[in-house]
């Protein structure tokens, strides 16, 4: 498993749910096509696993 992982906003958030709003923000996506990089942790995996449909996701 690679050390940090990045991940970007590629779908709105529109019509979405409040709990996936939520963990967008939690994640720190507040905007399209924001790029995040952050720590490979398996709590942020289930975060990422929650809104897969709306990120790319790219092991660094």
Known sequence: ????ITF???KSCIGSTEKIRATLIGLGLTKLNKRVTRKNTPELRGMLAKVNHLVRIEEV
């Open 8 to 10: 970007t906003m590629v």
């Open 1 to 4: 498993m690679a050390e940090t």
